[in-house]
């Protein structure tokens, strides 16, 4: 996967709202992740793609630790700041 950096232009930030909002026990589906070529590519590499399903299984209480998703059968952390670049509907 090859990203293309645009200098000088502001991309708006996408539809539905960061991981990191989602309440423990809801399932909801990747709408985008905005975040350098480096986190999409291993976002992308562990089956994190648009229109995928996640349910939040766990949340760390103090809003800065890992959160523990569901895609199919596989359990994924997520460290706080890299759930914060996942967003979701």
Known sequence: ???KRRAGVAIAP??????????VGQRVHLVAVQAGCGLQGH????????????????????DHGPILVRI????LALGWCMAQKIYVE
């Open 72 to 75: 199919g059968n596989s359990r």
């Open 1 to 3: 996967m090859r990203c």
């Open 14 to 23: 996408p539809l539905g709202r960061p991981l990191t909002l989602v309440p």
């Open 43 to 62: 976002l992308l590499a562990m089956g994190l793609i648009p229109g995928i399903e996640v349910e939040v299984i766990h949340k760390a209480p103090a």
